[in-house]
């Protein structure tokens, strides 16, 4: 099942159970002893203009299912519908091939997570962002360059620093380059894979900043990757929490940080630091340890370290459902986790 919000138009990307596993083997040419769960049957959709937010824990799969929808990583099963116009037929990422990927592959780019090893060392910043008009055998040599130029203004460089190698910017600068790199294409979706997490809290809203005003001037689609609740919330139109390769929780930005439906979402979002002395606020305390995602356990995979588990959690995985217009939640329980406090703002 699909979660969206009710729209009038078709969404951008369509993710219908997109899987991901990663063989584990016995010696270098063994067969596989079994595999690792990373994305394991997760849909959701990001309309055009709009910000949906992946959320969880290390380890969770965010980063897998990001380069999944991307091709990076070629997909065990499901598929990634994308829809270049409003009224034109999707076309099926995970199908396409040769040249049809190659035309795709302009339409959606991704700023990694580290600004430094993202950036080749030996590449100019013009080698480094012109690389894809390079690839795509767009424009002469001084359309390239003009165009080069104008990408490193819009995010807050200038000119001259297309001369310049990667090691004599800053991270915030690095960054940027990272930005413009995704952008020197005119793509209309973007993975955004913790873009922050590697900076400083004054330049992480420097950069978030960007973000926002790039997607209003050109209209992008985000998929916005991060385990900081505060800046996904911020930034985001709708949240999907990830836990053990599976989204137990999608809805609104505002309703899923206030009242989230989900225990291990209520968890997460009591275990951010509030910087406030005067405000008490007294962290979920979870027992048991993390499922090993290479043999997941039957049923609910957040039954053991859920203090709300039933006996039939253990033994049925709950589907998501819609509680609330909008508001999807994969427990049992929902209901319940909802009469609990509200979570104060950051």
């Known amino acids: 099942m699909v979660m969206q919000l009710k729209q009038d138009k078709p969404p951008l990307i ?19 002893a079994g595999y690792v769960h990373a994305v394991d049957c997760v849909s959701f959709t990001v309309g055009r203009g709009e910000t949906v937010g992946l959320v969880g824990e290390s380890g969770c799969g965010k980063t897998t ?15 990634v519908l994308f829809r270049p116009k409003e009224d034109a037929d999707p076309v099926d990422i995970t199908a396409a091939q040769g040249e049809e990927l ?18 080749n060392p030996r590449m100019t910043v013009r080698e480094i962002v012109g690389e894809g008009l390079a690839a795509h055998s767009i424009g002469s040599r001084s359309e390239r360059e003009d165009r080069i130029v104008d990408v490193l203004k819009l995010v807050g460089l200038v000119p001259e620093h297309r001369f310049r190698y990667p090691h004599e910017f800053s991270g915030g600068q690095r960054q940027r380059i990272g930005i413009a790199r995704a952008l020197i294409l005119d793509p209309q979706f973007i993975v955004c894979d913790e873009p922050v997490s590697a900076l ?4 992480q809203a420097q950069i978030i900043s960007l973000l ?28 999907a929490v990830m836990y053990l390769g599976k989204i137990v929780e999608m809805g609104p930005a505002e309703e899923v940080c206030r009242v989230p439906l989900h225990p291990y979402s209520r968890t997460l979002l ?9 405000r008490k606020v007294k962290a979920a305390s979870l027992t048991g340890g993390v499922p090993t995602p290479i043999d997941p356990p039957p049923g609910c995979r957040f039954a053991g370290r859920c203090p709300l588990c039933l006996e039939e959690c253990g033994q049925m995985t709950p589907p998501l459902r819609e509680v609330h217009p909008g508001h999807w939640s994969a427990c ?10 509200a979570i104060p703002a950051y």
């Open 14 to 32: 369509k993710v219908e159970n997109l899987c991901k596993f990663f063989p584990v083997r016995r010696g270098f040419f063994g067969a596989p």
């Open 65 to 79: 299912a990001g380069r999944t929808l991307l091709r990076l990583l070629e997909p065990t099963a499901g598929r």
């Open 102 to 119: 190659r035309r795709l592959r302009r339409n959606l780019q991704i700023v990694f997570q580290d600004p430094i090893g993202s950036l």
């Open 200 to 203: 400083d809290v004054s330049i």
């Open 212 to 239: 926002e005003s790039l997607q209003e001037e050109l209209g992008l689609a985000y998929l916005f990757i991060a385990h900081d609740l505060a800046v996904v919330e911020h930034i985001s139109n709708r949240i």
């Open 270 to 278: 009591e275990s951010v630091p509030v910087p406030d002395p005067r």
């Open 332 to 341: 049992v329980r929902a209901e319940e986790t909802e009469k609990v406090r």
